[in-house]
C-alpha cells in the first residue's frame, strides 16, 4: 500500500448509529488531517494530528470524535449524526517541519450518507 | 471576510490558451500557499507549492506570489482539456502552521 488510504470509501448510516472511519498514511509523515468537503462549500478544516499536538476547528460538532493512536493511523468516530453531516470525509498526511505548512497529501475519501 | 477567496467560476478558456486563476487571503502571516486540482469525484491533488514571493515555474504551471498584496495566482500554459477541474488555493494560518485553509475553488473548463 503507498500513499494515504482510507476505509471505508462509501458509508450510508441511520442517525442512531455509531460508526468509525479509519485513515492510514504510508509516507511515514508526522501529520493527520480530517476535511469535510460538501456540495458547494469550501473543504472544511475538523481536526489536526501534528508534532503530537490536536488542533481542532471549534465549529465541529462533539458528535464528531477524532483518534490518533500513532503518526500513521487516524480515525474519526461518528455518533448520532444529522442528515446535513452527509459529506465527502477527506483523511490528509504532511510532513510538518514547524512554523511552515507543508504540502497534504489526500486520500481518496469516505462518502458519508447519513439517512 | 473570507480567509481563503476564489471566483467560482467557471471559467473557460480556449485550448492552448494560458488560464489564469487568482486567490486572495486575509492572514497577513500566511507563509506557505498550496494549489490543488480536483477532478470531479476525486480528492485533490497537489499541483504547486510557493513559499516566498515572486514566480514559481514548473512545466505548464506558474504560481506567482505577492505577499504584500495577500495575492497568489495559478497559470496554466498551453491549456488541455484534460486541465478541466476544479482548483483550489490553500493557505496556512499564522496562528498555526498545521491549519491549512482551502477556498472555496475556481471550476475551469477548457473548450477543444
Known amino acids: 500500500e503507498t500513499g494515504v488510504t482510507q476505509t471505508p470509501r462509501h458509508l450510508v448510516m441511520g442517525m442512531t448509529n455509531k460508526k468509525s472511519l479509519k485513515c492510514e498514511q504510508h509516507l511515514g509523515h508526522n501529520a493527520m488531517y480530517w476535511y469535510k468537503q460538501s456540495a458547494k462549500k469550501p473543504l472544511e478544516l475538523m481536526f489536526v494530528?501534528?508534532?503530537?499536538?490536536?488542533?481542532e476547528n471549534n465549529s465541529v460538532p462533539s458528535r464528531f470524535s477524532p483518534e490518533c493512536p500513532n503518526s500513521s493511523h487516524l480515525f474519526l468516530h461518528l455518533h448520532t449524526l444529522q442528515p446535513e453531516d452527509s459529506a465527502l470525509y477527506l483523511c490528509?498526511?504532511?510532513?510538518?517541519?514547524?512554523?511552515?505548512?507543508?504540502?497534504?497529501?489526500f486520500g481518496n475519501g469516505t462518502r458519508l450518507t447519513v439517512t | 471576510q473570507k480567509e481563503v477567496e476564489q471566483n467560482s467560476g467557471p471559467l473557460s478558456v480556449p485550448e492552448g490558451a494560458i488560464a489564469s486563476l487568482n486567490c486572495t487571503y486575509s492572514d497577513r502571516g500566511s507563509q506557505s500557499f498550496f494549489w490543488y486540482r480536483q477532478y470531479s469525484g476525486k480528492s485533490p491533488e497537489l499541483i504547486m507549492s510557493i513559499y516566498s514571493n515572486g514566480d514559481k515555474e514548473d512545466g505548464r504551471f506558474t504560481a506567482q506570489l505577492n505577499k504584500a498584496s495577500q495575492y497568489v495566482s495559478l497559470l496554466i500554459r498551453d491549456s488541455q482539456p484534460s486541465d478541466s477541474a476544479t482548483y483550489l488555493c490553500?493557505?496556512?494560518?499564522?496562528?498555526?502552521?498545521?491549519?491549512?485553509?482551502f477556498g472555496s475553488g475556481t471550476r475551469l473548463s477548457i473548450r477543444p
Open positions: 494530528y501534528s508534532l503530537e499536538e490536536r488542533v
Open positions: 490528509a498526511s504532511s510532513q510538518d517541519r514547524g512554523g511552515t505548512g507543508s504540502p497534504l497529501h
Open positions: 490553500a493557505v496556512n494560518l499564522r496562528s498555526s502552521a498545521s491549519k491549512i485553509i
